[in-house]
């Protein structure tokens, strides 16, 4: 017997993301091949057209698990009885325009959406920030959704988490599926720490240390590091775009690791709610090993943490402060 | 084997069974005009196994033209970001010979555009030159049996260009897409009978992507609680089937255009999946779909065109679909679309002397 339709919902669904994540989304790609859903896009008047035309393009495509697309610039009906939401949709960064604006924007926006899906979106639901500021858009949105648990507020550094895989499966020439256990720490920005110490790799005489194999640290704490920060940019500068692509298939991978758990022995990183672990700032929205079962994610807890790397975790957790305290005075 | 001890035993049968599952051979898949927006829409789906199945394995080749460069690397970076893994590799180019080599399957996308202002000979005429190239580097590079898929537009003549010019390519292997036309004929009555899409059936798009293209519901069928029962008995409308209907399907990518300020990737590049996932894997016991296929005079078309029929695939070979009804109104309608074909295989010829 086919399985109940979840509802998911997508914000900022008539963008560039929006336009790479949904047909992922109705091929299954987030939740798995047997899984129906109904999609709920939403975005802002000006795009209504736009978001008209993608709802068209996605009955066009005859998407078998498909089961319904509700295209709306009402914030309301758009978060009624989700069960996912993944909020793409944040005002972007121009040129000229101050942080503190941009922050000022998406402050005001997240904790008008935060009111929303509170009031309206099923019990449980997940939600998943991708818009940036991520980190700092999610900790808003779940102080102004105070009855959603926190647990379920997440932001996305999937994406770095995969650019780190890429990245060391190049520098070695092996595939991607053989690398494993990267972590990234804290803000997904660029004081991001992709940190490799306990990543592994797979060979035909078991797992072996990244360290090991790619045997040049000053590689793996100085270029490997930088390139997987600025992989964004590096994007921008060779499409002239950034990346949606990429990160709508990570979006993708967070979703269906959260919900159908992560593989054994495999971690991945997300941006979750703090609770002290590893001596980060408990209640800031900071990016962790976590391992997924049963719908919940968990830190992965025991890991050794040298010198280096508590430089660069105490480094991107104080940005994340920062930024706290910019919101925040956004709101007096 | 009663001479080994238990452990010996379950090794031996552990590699006996590692020998069984051993994974398949990654199949390569060539995309042109890989920078644009449909190239960007089709990529992650091929590198998620939509068009193949999840589990088998793909090296991509992605070809755009020189201006492209930078930004088609762009795409080979976020493939590469994305940590996909069924993608065993990726080979961006500008290089044609270089993208062919060794594809089991190519996806031509890249075209000249239609821009404002230009005649529809200017644009033939550059495309001819294009799909000209094209033809040669495929045959001597793709591996043996490529299955070629041609989207970009006119669809069905640079596909037939295409097959002029790369003789040793079997006529069977060149396909030009009317899947997405196929795919929006079944929303459209999904739509009309507020039903799910994957309870309906069996249109057919007949002839030329273009706005002569023949939608025919005649042969559609539902699934419903009480069996498979007619569209045309459900819709009891047949003015609606031989007008809205068509012109809806007919029409849909201008409307697209209109919402969108762009033209469909998202449908195209699924409809590209779905093409090459049936033709490859199997159409479903009972159904049929819509291929541009080279045309052997079934139906009363002329032979020779790539027109869209409906087929049956089994075994990575489509077969038209023999046997149905043809009515009065369709047969105006094929006959009219079989012409259109007929002047653009006239006009791409003037431009080959």
Request: hydrophobic share 40%; aromatic share 6%; with cysteine.
């Amino acid at each position: 017997m086919a399985k109940d339709p979840v509802r998911v919902l997508v914000t900022g669904a008539a963008g560039q993301i929006g336009y790479a994540l949904v047909p992922m989304i109705a091929r299954g790609v987030m939740l798995g091949p047997d899984q129906p859903v109904l999609l709920h896009m939403l975005d802002i008047p000006p795009a209504a057209e736009a978001l008209n035309g993608v709802k068209m393009e996605l009955v066009d495509a005859a998407f078998p698990l498909l089961k319904g697309v509700v295209a709306t610039t009402d914030a309301v009906e758009a978060c009624t009885g989700v069960n996912v939401a993944v909020m793409v949709g944040g005002f972007p960064r121009k040129e000229g325009m101050e942080r503190k604006d941009v922050m000022s924007k998406n402050v005001s926006i997240y904790k008008s959406q935060a009111s929303a899906l509170e009031a309206h979106a099923a019990p449980n639901c997940k939600v998943l920030v991708v818009a940036n500021p991520a980190n700092t858009n999610a900790l808003i949105l779940k102080e102004f959704a105070p009855s959603i648990p926190a647990k379920n507020i997440t932001c996305l550094t999937r994406l770095d988490h995969n650019r780190a895989l890429g990245q060391i499966s190049e520098r070695l020439n092996i595939q991607v599926s053989d690398v494993k256990n990267v972590i990234i720490w804290g803000n997904h920005s660029s004081t991001q720490y992709p940190d490799v110490s306990h990543a592994t790799i797979k060979t035909p005489s078991g797992q072996k240390p990244v360290r090991e194999l790619v045997s040049d640290d000053d590689w793996l704490k100085g270029e490997f590091i930088k390139t997987v920060q600025q992989r964004g940019a590096a994007i921008i500068k060779a499409r002239k775009l950034s990346s949606a692509l990429s990160a709508a298939s990570a979006a993708c991978d967070h979703i269906r690791d959260w919900v159908l758990g992560t593989p054994e022995g495999t971690w991945v990183s997300m941006g979750v709610y703090s609770d002290g672990s590893y001596n980060v700032p408990a209640g800031l929205i900071y990016s962790f090993p976590v391992t997924c079962r049963a719908g919940e994610w968990t830190i992965v807890q025991g890991l050794s943490v040298d010198e280096f790397s508590r430089k660069k975790m105490d480094a991107t957790a104080e940005e994340l402060t920062e930024e706290k305290a910019l919101a925040y005075s956004c709101l007096s | 084997m009663s001479s080994l001890s238990l452990f010996q035993r379950i090794v031996v049968r552990c590699g006996l069974t590692s020998c069984r599952s051993m994974k398949k051979q990654p199949v390569k898949i060539m995309v042109t005009g890989a920078a644009g927006q449909i190239g960007y829409a089709l990529v992650p789906m091929i590198a998620r196994g939509v068009m193949l199945g999840s589990d088998q394995p793909v090296i991509l080749h992605l070809l755009d033209i020189p201006p492209a460069a930078e930004a088609l690397n762009g795409v080979k970076m976020e493939l590469i970001d994305a940590a996909f893994p069924l993608l065993k590799g990726v080979v961006a180019t500008t290089n044609v010979e270089e993208a062919c080599g060794g594809v089991n399957i190519a996806i031509m996308v890249g075209g000249f555009r239609r821009k404002e202002g230009t005649e529809r000979k200017d644009v033939m005429s550059k495309n001819v030159s294009i799909y000209k190239a094209q033809a040669s580097a495929l045959e001597q590079y793709a591996a043996a049996n490529c299955k070629v898929l041609v989207v970009a537009n006119p669809a069905n003549t640079n596909a037939l260009i295409l097959k002029e010019f790369a003789p040793s390519i079997p006529a069977k292997n060149i396909t030009c897409l009317t899947r997405l036309d196929h795919n929006r004929a079944l929303g459209g009555i999904a739509q009309r009978l507020n039903i799910h899409v994957s309870d309906v059936k069996n249109v057919i798009i007949w002839g030329n992507h273009s706005s002569t293209q023949y939608p025919d519901a005649s042969h559609a069928t539902v699934i419903t609680q009480a069996g498979e029962k007619s569209v045309k008995e459900l819709i009891a409308d047949d003015k609606w089937l031989h007008d809205e209907f068509i012109s809806f399907v007919q029409q849909r990518g201008a409307a697209i255009i209109k919402a969108r300020k762009l033209s469909s990737a998202l449908s195209a590049a699924s409809a590209a999946c779905d093409h090459i996932h049936d033709w490859v894997l199997g159409t479903p016991k009972g159904t049929w779909t819509s291929m541009g296929v080279y045309s052997d005079g079934s139906y009363g078309v002329p032979p020779g065109l790539i027109y869209s029929f409906p087929v049956t695939c089994n075994k990575g070979e489509w077969s038209i679909v023999q046997g149905l009804r043809i009515d009065e109104p369709s047969r105006a309608g094929m006959d009219a679309t079989a012409k259109e074909l007929i002047e653009e295989k006239t006009l791409a010829y003037s431009f080959l002397d």
